[in-house]
């Protein structure tokens, strides 16, 4: 088998010193259409790594060409690793008429030749999607974040808080591996850009929190969270997340308000991505028996 890195999955080059990466061929044309090519006979099983922030469209499509491609060519057994797999918060019909752009994408690829999804984290808030002939597992990368912050261990000075109920699930995990108390925020959304939070679950007074979440998209809601953990009188307040997006500059905006440390995964780059995810899913891959 190959392991193939697409265009969001070429800063993993160095991930894992014993794996050999392949690459294949792309170009776009002068109107932006993409051009892409095997340069490689494709064996029956075949991996292909791809993370989707930012510009989730050119992504997909890439993903799609290559998958068929590898398909036509012989491969029936493809495997894709999508550390960041985008279009997964639109779940259902919120209003009518709406797409449901988590199945159609997950459809795509399923149509495309992709047997087995590994991801990170994705937003499936509402459980795994069920798509016939395609296996997803998600994988949860809260307890990996331990190793950061080893030092507060079965300390009763430190908090795991998820800054809304979904990622109360992730506080617990890294709690449990900590050994120290887990909390959540009771938080509302308004709009794409603005949340509110209302109340936290634990008492935070004198005490430093380590704030978990799955995704840091414009930073809202962990600029919102801090503010309301300060105003309940806690000290340092760290973050951790699976995903950084960091759209709008909030990266800054979060170091700026006064927040200790921020680190995510390298499931998509930035000065913050401390976590490798890629040795992590090869570790999964083994234990799903996929490999
Ligand atoms: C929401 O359900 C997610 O878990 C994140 O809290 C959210 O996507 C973060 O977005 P933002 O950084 O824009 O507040």
Not at 165 to 183: H, M, Q, S, T, V
């Amino acid at each position: 088998m190959h392991v193939i890195l697409l265009s969001g999955a070429k800063h993993f080059k160095e991930a894992i010193k014993e794996l050999e990466f392949f690459e294949i061929e792309t170009k776009y044309f002068p109107d932006n259409e993409l051009y892409l090519r095997i340069p490689f006979n494709p064996l029956k099983k075949e991996i292909l790594i791809q993370s989707m922030p930012l510009e989730p469209d050119k992504k997909l499509i890439e993903l799609i060409f290559a998958s068929k491609t590898l398909k036509d060519l012989g491969s029936d057994e493809l495997i894709a690793l999508i550390p960041y797999l985008a279009y997964t918060r639109q779940d259902r019909r919120f209003k009518e008429g709406e797409a449901i752009s988590q199945l159609i994408v997950l459809e795509m690829m399923r149509d495309a030749g992709i047997k087995k999804i590994l991801t990170i984290d994705a937003h499936f808030h509402s459980g795994i999607p069920r798509v016939e002939g395609l296996e997803i597992h998600n994988l949860k990368l809260a307890p990996y974040f331990k190793e950061f912050f080893k030092e507060f261990e079965e300390n009763e000075d430190f908090l795991a808080i998820g800054p809304d109920d979904d990622a109360y699930e992730l506080a617990i995990l890294l709690a449990k591996e900590l050994k120290i108390e887990a909390g959540y925020i009771e938080k509302k959304r308004i709009s794409d850009k603005e949340v509110e939070v209302k109340k936290v679950s634990a008492e935070v007074e004198n005490k430093n929190i380590i704030l978990i979440d799955d995704i840091i998209s414009t930073g809202g809601t962990i600029i919102e969270a801090y503010k309301l953990l300060k105003k309940e009188g806690a000290k340092d307040v760290y973050v951790a997340a699976s995903h950084g997006l960091f759209l709008q500059d909030s990266l800054n905006k979060i170091f700026s308000i006064g927040i200790k440390e921020v680190i995510t995964s390298n499931s998509i780059p930035s000065k913050a991505s401390k976590l490798n995810v890629i040795p992590l899913m090869f570790n999964e891959l083994n234990k799903l028996k996929w490999i």
